[in-house]
DNA sequence: AACACGGCCAACCGCCTGAAT
DNA sequence: CATTCAGGCGGTTGGCCGTGT
């Protein structure tokens, strides 16, 4: 046999508890102690279950809960925290002390989550939303364009595959879902990575064959961009005074997602423009027009805004090819991997309600 | 003032795991 | 070893409350 129930489940109270029964519990508590939440209601002279007792006590009535509002810097422990262990608001909870679980798991549902849906971002894998992915924007895209090839002097590595994928995920989407033809007739939202490759950034033979393994490239999985992405962050981030380095420094989070600059959501909103290196993303809009050129210098723009912090080793003087975050040729592996995201402007904001 | 609606959140539900028997 | 349950966890619900019409 095993152990006896733990509770009679006839006669017990459900729903809100009362500030009687609270004190009741929180009596007992101070007295004796919680645990054995078995015999506990009964001890304290309370008509509930020892689960409901529990509940109340770990996530209202415990003396250490923080009450009020989560600060930003708790919202985006949060965000960080989500994208590498998930809907595991209990382990998220143990690293944010006073806040319990439910409230965690409340606070996300209600305002995270929202916020990050508005953004064209999936809360689930904190990458670009999948629903949103435009395919005439891959070919309307400025960086797709000869000029911008040009400037690279190479051709864009689309590969035809990648395109062939991701009309048939389209076209899976709309059977699945009547709504999104709908959704693509709406001006375009993303347009998708780009994974380039030329003299200066050349993709070595591993890198490579990581990404033959993403089927369709748009949008990556958290997995797929820990492997595809190196760890070298910091120096990148820390040269733009809006995002927090450590906020990008996936490496310290298990490789394991996109490194959505969370210290600073409203200002990633409002931008229109990003580069996706390593585990971060940066803004490569315009800061003297606040505009997103259609034949925007693409190079000059990360030569601009990227501050090596150890000394810059260009791979080549060409002024077309600067070496994005000054990395050496010895850092060919981080250097080899320059995604871009082009966001274009959402003028309705509603399309992602 | 009355009603409808949506946001919020405490509490419940159901499942899983490990321990007790 | 099998059975049973406590404890823990994530998902979901229902009621309260604020806001808009």
New binding site residues.
Partial sequence: ???????EKNGL?????TAEE?QKLIDYIQKNGY????T?PKNAGLQ?????C???W????RPDIK?G?FSFEEEETIIQLHSV??????????RLPGR????I???W???IR?RLLRMGIDPVTHSPRLDLLDISSILSSSFYNQSNANMFGVQPMVNPELLRLAASLLSSQCDQNPSFPHQIDQKPQFAPILIQENDHFPLQNHDQSRIQEIPSCVPFSSDQCAQLMEPNVEQFSSNFSHFNPQSCQLNEWQNNGIGLPSSDLDNFMAMENYVFQGSSIQSVVDPASNLTPSNFDFTSHVSNLSTPSSSPTPLNSNSNSTCINGSSTEDESYCSNLFKYEYQEILDSNVFM
């Fill in positions: 046999m095993g152990r006896s129930p733990c509770c109270k459900k729903g809100p508890w609270d645990g054995n939440w078995r506990l509930r279950c020892g689960k409901s529990r509940l109340r770990t996530n209202y009535l009450r509002r262990l998930g809907n595991k608001w209990s382990a998220i909870a143990a319990t679980d439910n409230e798991k409340n606070y549902n209600t305002h929202k």
